[in-house]
């Protein structure tokens, strides 16, 4: 029995992901006026060049690089905006695993950047890459992968 039981009842400490006794979800706090000026229609290039730790700006060079073709710059892009991302996640506690959900809106600007970075890693033939992004989504959080496309 654990020593956690009392009367026969377990106190085990479970994630909103389920884990039993894991780490917690981490929870960006995001760039709410990075953010705000990419719904406002602010070109992504700006926004990136005021806000160079916000991975929302970032995750969109790298998705409109990839959607026009231009793979190694979504690359480069997606790297600059992952590697933003894992300050931030690590700044907020996070110890190189453990849950980043999706559902939490300030999350997705790094999940995002994940994904693209897998896209343009598999688009130049780089599978350790690509299996390493999607590996990073899936712990992250399972629905992230499916929510990008990417399952």
């Not at 705000?36 to 602010?42: A, P």
């Not at 110890?95 to 995002?112: A, I």
Request: glycine fraction near 12%.
């Amino acid at each position: 029995m654990s020593g956690d039981a009392v009367g026969g009842v377990h106190n085990e400490a479970v994630t909103s992901f389920g884990d039993l006794l894991g780490p917690q979800p981490t929870l960006l706090t995001g760039d709410d006026e990075a953010e705000s000026d990419l719904l406002n229609g602010t070109a992504a290039e700006a926004v990136a060049a005021a806000h160079p730790t916000a991975s929302i700006a970032w995750a969109q060079l790298a998705e409109d690089a990839l959607a026009s073709g231009a793979t190694i710059t979504a690359y480069a892009y997606a790297r600059t905006g992952y590697h933003r991302g894992l300050d931030q996640l690590r700044r907020h506690g996070w110890k190189g695993f453990g849950p980043v959900p999706w559902s939490h809106e300030p999350n997705r600007g790094f999940l995002r950047c994940v994904g693209a970075l897998a896209r343009a890693a598999q688009a130049i033939g780089e599978q350790d890459e690509y299996l390493r992004c999607l590996d990073l989504l899936n712990d992250s959080d399972p629905a992230a992968a499916g929510e990008l496309g990417l399952a």
